[in-house]
């Protein structure tokens, strides 16, 4: 089993700034990217950001200058810095990590339970 532990979220002024946790756990053999993405009411999950193995990320053009993921592969976590938050940031923020269990078995993708982030105006 793996599981993939969120923390950091809560409610934020407009301009202030929150940074997010998770933790990857259990039958890991090889984390291939991890990422954030979220989900606002009504709305679909979207991707926010992602970072590789050896460190390549990609963003959201919405968060691109304001947010910063990174990573520590010994700890399996991977973190996202969020500065300059908007009203429209709120979301529900899940922690995705795209991980291999053993040495024969392909990459899957394995979701943590969500943290609410709450910007308000």
């Known amino acids: 089993q793996v599981h993939l532990v969120e923390s950091g979220g809560g409610l934020v002024q407009a301009g202030g700034s929150l940074r997010l946790s998770c933790a990857a756990s259990?039958?890991?053999?090889?984390?291939?990217?991890m990422g954030w993405y979220r989900q606002a009411p009504g709305k679909q999950r979207e991707l926010v950001a992602r970072?590789?193995?050896?460190?390549?990320?990609n963003y959201a053009d919405s968060v691109k200058g304001r947010f910063t993921i990174s990573r520590d592969n010994a700890k399996n976590t991977v973190y996202l810095q969020m500065s300059s938050l908007k009203p429209e940031g709120t979301a529900v923020y899940f922690c995705?990590?795209?991980?291999?269990?053993?040495?024969?078995?392909?990459?899957?993708?394995?979701w943590g339970q969500g943290t609410q982030v709450t910007v308000s105006s």
């Open positions: 970072i590789t193995i050896v460190g390549s990320t």
């Open positions: 995705n990590a795209y991980l291999a269990t053993g040495w024969d078995y392909g990459c899957e993708d394995y």
């Open positions: 259990g039958s890991i053999f090889r984390i291939n990217s």
